[in-house]
């Protein structure tokens, strides 16, 4: 049996669409790959909580020069052991004053390496 018109409305909505774009990011990065016009499907009933998504993934996007260090150290991190690798990415704060860095960052990868008894990690913003 087929549905009634007012049997669709009554369980449907339209869509709606959100749309954000600087074109100094496209223009400072001239090689980066891009979705063009190509929507990302996300589900919300409410455009504010769409909104606030989109700023979100707009802010973690939109950086011309993101953060993306490697940095070694000496000191135990204690990844995996008290600093649980799952549900959430472990992040760091990485401040070095002589570049004038201080931000959030999160972890991409790590390593132990047990001769100099160190680790590296690469975190990115």
């Known amino acids: 049996m087929t549905a ?9 909505r339209d869509g709606i669409t959100l749309t954000k774009q600087d074109t100094t990011v496209r223009d400072a990065q001239r090689d980066a790959k891009t979705t063009g016009d190509q929507p990302v499907e996300m589900f919300f009933d409410q455009r504010a ?3 606030v998504l989109l700023d979100e993934m707009y802010a973690t996007h939109s950086r011309v020069s993101p953060l993306h260090e490697g940095i070694e150290v000496t000191e135990t991190l204690g ?3 008290t600093i649980p690798l799952s549900p959430t990415v472990p992040c760091f704060q990485v401040i070095d ?4 860095i201080n931000r959030l960052a999160r972890t991409r990868a790590f390593s132990y390496d047990t001769g100099a ?8 913003e």
């Open 117 to 124: 008894e160190s680790y590296s990690v690469e975190v990115v």
């Open 97 to 100: 004053e002589e570049r004038g």
């Open 79 to 81: 990844l995996g052991t």
């Open 4 to 12: 009634s018109p007012a049997a669709v409305a009554r369980y449907t």
């Open 49 to 51: 909580h769409a909104q």
